[in-house]
């Protein structure tokens, strides 16, 4: 994991400044979303993945970001394996909260969950089969979160609330074809580019 949880300390009363890509994590995750509010969930590990890769290549978040996460070609387009390290550790630290949803969902929404299923064949799967977890902050976490915030510059906290907003709850279908076009040297190992791509 890139930072050590447990041994941060706030340089102030009210303020850590942001080092590190789970940093960035914590903090888009605690910003203000579709409905203006603090904390809303992000959901499915697709989605917070590519708003994550979004945010590497801002010039606000780069070099924080691409420190510590690396996203290369995989299959379902840029991919960063310390992602998910992240999240388990901050599960395990109880700074976030992961749920599942069992709304019925597309095979694409699943598919960064690492099953690596067939996508091109079946877009309704039974609910009973699939789910899609929702990454959400625990008390603890948006206290955390709040010292980080306030070590952002007011641009980059207004980056995140607009990504968020952008991203959050729009079809999963437009955040990867958005991805997808305006990135396609990060597609070429990806089995879904073909629908991403063909299927406007």
Do not use: C
């Not at 994590?25 to 509010?37: A, N």
């Not at 630290?93 to 969902?105: A, D, F, L, M, N």
């Not at 958005?178 to 070429?188: H, K, L, M, N, S």
């Amino acid at each position: 994991m890139n930072t050590e949880i447990t041994n941060i300390s706030p340089n102030s009363e009210n303020v850590w400044e942001p080092e590190s890509a789970l940093d960035i994590l914590i903090v888009l995750l605690y910003s203000k979303g579709r409905f203006g509010v603090l904390n809303e969930p992000i959901e499915g590990i697709t989605r917070l993945d590519k708003i994550m890769f979004l945010l590497s290549g801002d010039e606000r978040f780069k070099s924080i970001i691409n420190q510590g996460y690396t996203f290369e070609a995989d299959n379902f387009g840029p991919f960063a394996s310390e992602l998910f390290d992240d999240l388990e550790a901050l599960k395990h630290e109880k700074i976030i909260q992961i749920t599942s949803s069992r709304e019925p969902v597309t095979r694409i929404e699943v598919a960064d969950e690492k099953k690596v299923i067939d996508v091109e064949e079946d877009d309704n799967p039974s609910d009973t089969d699939f789910s899609v977890n929702v990454y959400q902050l625990t008390p603890q976490g948006q206290e955390i979160a709040e010292l980080i915030w306030n070590g952002l510059s007011i641009e980059q906290q207004m980056k995140l609330i607009e990504v968020k907003k952008t991203w959050q709850t729009r079809p999963l279908s437009d955040l990867l074809h958005f991805v997808y076009t305006r990135y396609p040297e990060t597609i070429a190992k990806s089995k879904i580019k073909d629908k991403v791509l063909n299927n406007r």
